[in-house]
Structures are given as C-alpha cells and as structure tokens.
C-alpha cells in the first residue's frame, strides 16, 4: 500500500470525473494534491500531464492520476517523462495488472470512457495494489533503460 497522498489532474475533458474521483479519495482518507485545471474551459492536456510528472520524478508525490477524455492523451504526454510509467485503464484487470507488473505510477482515465463507479474501483486498485517484484523488476528495469 503506497503512501495516503496523491496528485491529480485532468484537462476540460476530465474535469467532472475528477472532482468525483478527489471526494472519493478524501473519503479513502488520502490527502489529495488537486494541480487543476479548476473549470470546464478548454485547456492544453500535455501542459497538465507535464506539471503532475515533474512532481513525482522530483520524489514529491509516489503516484498520481491523469483524467482527460480517455485517457489517451494524457498517457502519451506523461509517458514521455523519464520514470514514469503510465497506465490508460478502463477496467479492474488492466488497473490490478499494471500496478502488479509494470509498477505504474500514473493512471490515466477517459471520463468520456468509464463512469464513476468503474473509475473510482480502478483508483482503489491502482493505490492498493502492490508491485509483484521478481522477473518484472527486470522488466521495469528495463523500462528504465529506455529512458536514457
Ligand atoms: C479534449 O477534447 C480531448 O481531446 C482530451 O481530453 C483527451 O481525450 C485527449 O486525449
């Protein structure tokens, strides 16, 4: 179980699954780190998925969730920072899975994609779930390798 702190963001296209994934983390009694956008105008994706890596590749925050329309933009811009690994999920299974095998730490989610029921199970399992270690260090290890 990681820490119970996490940063969020999301663009236009995530911002009422994000005010609703904030409350029920805050009632999971996580201390939620919210870098916006704070309203439903039309902003800029990779500027937010940007401001939310940083932040955890300086060690500040262990893990973080990206809301934008499906998640797809926001795992191509943040999975351009070095130690990030991030996870575009619309199920349980892929949320369970990439934090057991590939220790993601960024999940990204499509509020025109899932709803909020299946949004907030995915978060329970991306913050509950441990990494499996073993073999898939080595493959997380290779990961890293690409990033250089
Ligand atoms: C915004 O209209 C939309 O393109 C964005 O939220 C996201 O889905 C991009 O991948």
């Known amino acids: 179980m990681m820490t119970k702190q996490i940063i969020i963001g999301c663009d236009h296209g995530g911002f009422v699954l994000k005010g609703q994934l904030i409350k029920h983390l805050q009632e999971r009694g996580f201390d939620v780190c919210d870098i916006g956008t704070y309203s439903a105008d039309s902003c800029n994706y ?11 590749q300086s060690g500040e925050f262990e893990r973080g969730i ?13 999975n351009k920072h070095s130690g990030i690994r991030a996870a575009a999920c619309e199920n349980t299974f892929s ?11 960024v999940l990204c989610l499509g509020e025109r994609v899932v709803g ?33």
């Open 46 to 56: 990779p500027e937010i998925a940007d401001t939310l890596c940083k932040r955890i």
């Open 66 to 78: 990206l809301v934008c329309g499906t998640g797809i933009g926001m795992s191509i811009a943040a």
């Open 95 to 105: 949320a369970r899975m990439t934090r057991m095998h590939n220790d993601a730490n």
């Open 116 to 148: 909020a029921g299946l949004a907030c199970d995915m978060v329970d399992l991306f913050t509950d779930t441990d990494f499996e270690g073993g073999r898939h260090n080595v493959r997380v290890g290779m990961l890293n390798d690409l990033d250089k």
